[in-house]
């Protein structure tokens, strides 16, 4: 079953070279951030390019359950009226996050300083993640947390009456703890301070900036420490969501394994925290180009130009990286079974904790698909069979995973018999328009398992 509703396979054909323009979706998460710092301002934030994927709608839906008025004007185009720092309401109902780790860990930390009781739950993902790591660093500010075995949703969240302001390094490199706890050092006084030894995404600093708090950044022999003076007022804004380089991933990575391809992708974020892939992509050889470099909404963006001008080869990525290409080890990995050689990826161990054990969803599913890999718990190595050569004809399991399902359907547009996964349903909480783009480029996905 799928998180919503019923599975639905899908299967992905042989197809011809690619060819066309892809207007990518909106950053997940900057429309998460968005809409939880509109939701924590005065006044009215205007929103444009909103993601409209089922994450961020639960997101949205949740800042409505703590009394900000959240408002859709027309495709993309959102605005929040925010209750203020410190003037979330408690929620009536369970906060119901769906899939999404970033929506409620975000929205944890953002009412973990404020006296009300949330209780949380999500998907059968979601609820088998491991919360302990954002709510181990809220209990410092004074909250409260109630989950099941191993930190694990449903849990209730009690925030601090009393909160008091935190000095934090991060155990794990992730954005999304660092962003719990620098929401919630909003509404503790005095400074809250966050050390992280390798960057991760850096929106919530941008965005924090942008509403007008007081956040300083410094880079130290421990790390980045970031402080944040709590107490501010924030102040609305107009809010351009860049497309995501996460979703850009799967157009990009599939023009570069079908043969004769040829796709562009304007608009997309070329925030350096972010832009792993693309540069283990030309590493690997990839023909891209990053075309009329700006400015939008705060974040570097660019126009990509992906050819296919033939075979990738495999590559070792640094575990450095892995922090700015997290969430596209999967499409990386699908994309290195079509290049010559052999490609390690390796300190990927956070890839075993996000919506699947990504490490085993993708060797288990390319194992089915004929391509030879190894693993550890802190790596991926994939053996490429170059882009003619993938055997394909396997069912996969998406494992209520989007990323999971996309991989796999790129990778059934090369490969010699049709790749199915068992469900897309997932797909639609962060790339709705997934399927349609996808076959205007000339991609041959068909429902079902055929
Ligand atoms: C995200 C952070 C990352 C990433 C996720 C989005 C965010 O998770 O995988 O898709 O928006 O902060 P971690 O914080 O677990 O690395």
Same mark, same amino acid.
């Given at each position: ?50 993601? *409209? ?23 993309? %185009? ?13 929620? &009536? ?81 992730? %954005? ?45 022999? *421990? ?32 023009? $570069?394994?079908?043969?004769?391809? &040829? ?27 990053? &075309?009329?470099?700006?400015? *939008?909404?705060? *974040? ?5 130009? !992906? ?24 499409? !990386?990995?699908? $994309? ?14 956070? $890839? ?38 993938? &055997? ?18 790129? !990778?059934? $547009? ?26 205007? !480029? ?9």
């Amino acid at each position: 079953m799928s998180a919503h509703g019923p599975a639905t396979p899908m299967t992905a054909h042989r197809s011809p070279a690619l060819r066309g323009q892809v207007d990518s979706p909106g950053d997940k998460s900057v429309s998460h951030r968005a809409l939880i710092l509109g939701a924590l301002a005065v006044g009215r934030t205007q929103i444009t390019g909103l993601l *409209e994927g089922q994450d961020v709608l639960d997101t949205a839906a949740a800042m409505r359950a703590f009394g900000a008025t959240v408002t859709r004007h027309g495709p993309g %185009a959102w605005s929040v009226e925010g209750v203020g720092v410190g003037g979330f309401a408690e929620p &009536e109902q369970v906060i119901d996050c769906g899939n999404s780790g970033t929506g409620v860990r975000l929205i944890m930390g953002a009412m973990a300083t404020t006296a009300i009781t949330v209780t949380f739950t999500g998907d059968a993902s979601l609820n088998s993640r491991p919360m302990g790591r954002v709510t181990d660093p809220l209990a410092l500010f004074g909250a409260r947390a109630f989950g099941r075995s191993g930190g694990r949703l449903p849990m209730t969240v009690i925030g601090a009456a009393d909160p008091v302001p935190v000095r934090y390094a991060l155990p794990v490199p992730s %954005a999304q703890v660092k962003s719990a706890v620098l929401l919630a050092g909003l509404n503790a006084p005095g400074a809250t301070v966050v050390i992280e030894a390798e960057p991760t995404r850096d929106h919530t600093e941008r965005m924090l900036r942008g509403f007008g708090a007081e956040l300083t950044v410094e880079d130290t022999p *421990e790390g980045r420490v970031i402080t944040l003076q709590g107490q501010p007022e924030l102040r609305p804004q107009t809010v351009a969501v860049p497309r995501d380089p996460s979703s850009a991933a799967f157009p990009a990575c599939a023009a $570069l394994m079908v043969p004769g391809s &040829e796709v562009t992708i304007p608009g997309v974020s070329r925030n350096p925290t972010r832009d792993g892939l693309y540069r283990t992509l030309v590493e690997m050889g990839a023909d891209i180009a990053f &075309e009329n470099p700006r400015e *939008e909404g705060g *974040e570097p963006v660019a126009d990509l130009r !992906l050819r296919n001008s033939g075979p990738l080869h495999g590559v070792t990525v640094p575990p450095d990286r892995a922090a700015s290409m997290i969430d596209e080890y999967p499409i !990386l990995a699908a $994309l290195a079974a079509t290049a010559q050689g052999t490609t390690v990826m390796r300190g990927i161990r956070e $890839l075993r904790v996000k919506e699947s054990d990504r490490i085993d969803a993708m060797a288990r599913g390319l194992e089915a698909c004929g391509v030879r890999v190894e693993e550890t718990e802190d790596s991926l190595s994939v053996h490429g069979c170059g882009a003619e050569d993938i &055997e394909g004809g396997a069912q996969v399991q998406s494992r209520l995973d989007h990323r999971i399902a996309m991989s796999f359907l790129c !990778l059934g $547009l090369v490969s010699r018999r049709a790749i199915t996964v068992d469900d897309a349903s997932p797909i639609a909480t962060s790339f709705p328009a997934f399927e349609a783009l996808m076959t205007a !480029l000339g991609a041959d996905l068909r429902h079902g398992t055929r």
